[in-house]
């Protein structure tokens, strides 16, 4: 399989030197860009990017001109990194079609997590039936099969699984699983999400350990193989 290009963007030399050190020893390719204009011309000379890692505060053009600008031509997947972790900020980064906000100072295994998240969920898109751990699941006659017996899921659930299967391995806030699996329409609370959790898990039986609390945050899916 061809190996993944990623395109980094950040003005600071040493903090795209250790984006890239993580991710080339995940196996992708790197390329990289130190202002929003260079960001611009390496993204068109290159038709073949899977992904960009892009930081909001750049000279020439910041992170929001860059994106803004390829979104009308290209539905590649956009990481932001900001050191500003505003609300605001995040709801434009969303309204501009990123699919993914990451505040500095970051763990470099939680943002190559995070690569990996976005990357198989934009390819799940395409992809309808998802294999893992004995879970199949299919998108288009929405269904689940654990170890090839159906069970029965509410819309909910069945949304809720998804999103966790396209997450695997990243620690999920409830509050971000809100906004995903409710969407922003929504003015729930956590509670929701607990009590859907605990009778997703009892419908997935065994399989329902793959669900991971985290205290204090939220949940992981993680399988282990």
Known sequence: MDRLKILVVDDESRMRKLVKDFLVRKKYDVIEAENGEEAMDLFFSN????????????????????????????????????????????????????????????????????????LRRTAGEEEEVIKVGGI?????????????????????????????VMNKGVALSREKILNNVWNYDYFGDARTIDTHVKKLRSKMGSKGDYIKTIWGLGYKFEVDE
């Open 136 to 164: 199949t699941l299919d998108r288009t006659a929405h269904e689940v099969k654990i170890d090839d017996k159906v069970i029965d899921l509410s819309f909910k659930e069945f949304e809720l699984l998804t999103y966790f």
């Open 47 to 118: 038709k073949d990017i899977s992904l960009i890692i892009l930081d909001v505060m750049m000279p020439k053009l910041d992170g929001w001109q860059v994106c803004k600008e390829i979104r009308q031509y290209s539905k590649v997947p956009i990481i932001m990194l900001t050191a500003k972790s505003d609300e605001k900020d995040e709801l434009l980064g969303f309204q501009l079609g990123v699919d993914e906000y990451i505040s500095k100072p970051f763990s470099p295994k939680i943002l190559v997590a995070r690569v990996e998240a976005v």
